[in-house]
């Protein structure tokens, strides 16, 4: 059973609540998360193991949760499995925003997961301060894209509507997690710039990274799959060896 936690008294009446899905089966680890959490206006709901969770997911896609702490190793499934179902899932429950909880120190297992939809890792043991901050900057891309009324970007048969967040290729929907999204407006908006993966992650902000992070490599892949009519020739978004990437100014189609 899902477990919630109620927010604490001091919390103002008014307050944003925002609800977070966390799947991890240490439950001394949830219980602090939960409670450093509802300090801060977040409601947490506690499943112990992957089916669980996905069906706490499915069960709550009405009200909707804003992220999902997902733990790498849980104690009926892969959390990268859990991961990729979850992606699967219709919007808006497979769009949420997914942050990994590790124990592992392998980057293979992040470079997997973020292959596999997650937007943010963290290795534990963990600061609950630094687990605010990337639940805050993951939920901060979404408010901030929505700030101001933007153009929508056309190239050829690829729209980018800013506001809405939606990616269409010859009117079909491209399915992206929000840190895709974000990549790929980040591109656009350069188009026929070529963009280091140390500008690309600078450019998105709010993501603390490691020397030599290969994530952005991993994120183009999934991209490319998304919007590219074929991924193995890239039309829209080029890779300029030594360099990094540069979206294509004019596209066929």
Do not use: N
Not at 56 to 74: K, N, Q, S, W
């Amino acid at each position: 059973m899902v477990c919630w936690t109620p927010l604490h008294h001091h919390l103002k009446a008014k307050a944003i609540i925002q609800h977070i899905l966390m799947i991890e089966d240490d439950r001394r680890l949830a219980a602090m998360v939960k409670t450093y959490l509802a300090q801060h206006g977040y409601l947490i709901a506690h499943a112990t193991a992957g089916e669980e969770g996905l069906a706490a997911l499915r069960d709550h896609e009405r009200a909707g949760f804003a992220a999902v702490l997902l733990d790498l190793m849980l104690p009926d499934s892969d959390g990268l499995d859990i991961c990729r179902r979850v992606r699967a899932l219709p919007s808006p429950a497979g769009a949420v925003p997914i942050v990994m909880l590790t124990a592992k120190g392998d980057p293979f297992d992040r470079v997997i997961g973020l292959e596999l939809g997650a937007d943010d890792y963290l290795p534990k043991p963990f600061e609950p301060r630094e687990l605010l901050a990337r639940l805050r900057a993951v939920l901060r891309r979404p408010a901030l894209a929505a700030a101001d009324s933007l153009p929508r970007l056309r190239f050829g048969r690829l729209e980018i509507d800013r506001d809405a967040r939606v990616a269409q290729l010859g009117g079909q929907g491209c399915p992206l997690t929000a840190y895709q999204f974000d990549l790929l407006v980040v591109l656009a908006e350069r188009a026929g710039r070529v963009l280091s993966r140390d500008q690309l992650i600078d450019a998105l902000k709010g993501r603390s990274h490691e020397p030599f992070d290969r994530s952005i490599d991993v994120h183009i892949g999934r991209l490319r799959a998304a919007i590219e009519d074929d991924p193995r020739q890239p039309r829209r978004i080029i890779t300029v060896r030594g360099s990094g990437y540069v979206f294509a100014r004019v596209q066929d189609g």
